[in-house]
């Protein structure tokens, strides 16, 4: 393959790559220098610092050996790799942060059903105790001592469950 061949081929691959940075860097740095000053590739694409330390050292042992197909191979894998490891990383990141952010709306859920369950429990209940206890002295015989006693019950009894669910509230 000749030089030009594979200017040709770096500069598609820096149109194809989708970056605009790396697109330009190719077109104004690396190619120019490999056209004007007949520079590397390794040595025309660390000056675009774009591409890691490592990625420049694996293309100038390339160079020299002459193995670049494999060699372009390799890194194309090794960075293949790196972004499905990354990738499972990111969606375990945000699996985690979900299930969090479920978990806290069901606590919360779960103490808001509580507190509105228990007050209307204690309307309930109280409206309950005053139903029977009015019942309870309209029942009773006319005699006054008997409708204390009721009452003095009543009260007792709706006392005790006040003082019941007042415990039992946070």
């Given at each position: 393959?000749?030089s030009?061949?594979?200017?040709d ?9 989708g ?7 190719v ?12 520079t590397?590739l ?25 193995d ?5 191979s390799q ?9 499905q ?6 969606v375990s ?17 779960t103490y ?9 429990f ?9 139903l ?19 009452a ?15 415990e039992?509230?946070?």
């Amino acid at each position: 393959t000749s030089s030009g061949e594979n200017i040709d081929a770096i500069r598609l691959a820096g149109e194809a790559s989708g970056n605009r940075f790396l697109d330009k860097q190719v077109k104004t740095v690396a190619v120019p220098l490999m056209l004007k000053y007949g520079t590397e590739l390794a040595h025309a694409l660390e000056q675009t610092t774009f591409f890691p330390d490592m990625v420049i050292s694996k293309l100038r042992t390339a160079g020299e050996t002459g193995d670049f197909k494999a060699t372009s191979s390799q890194l194309g894998d090794y960075y293949q790799m790196e972004n499905q490891y990354a990738m499972k990383n990111l969606v375990s990141f945000i699996e985690v942060a979900i299930s969090m952010i479920i978990m806290g709306a069901l606590v919360f859920l779960t103490y808001l059903s509580s507190e509105t369950a228990s007050s209307f429990f204690m309307r309930d209940s109280n409206a309950e105790s005053c139903l029977s206890s009015s019942r309870t002295l309209d029942a009773a015989s006319s005699d006054a001592e008997e409708r204390r006693e009721l009452a003095a019950e009543s009260s007792a009894l709706s006392l005790r469950r006040s003082e019941y669910f007042l415990e039992r509230s946070p």
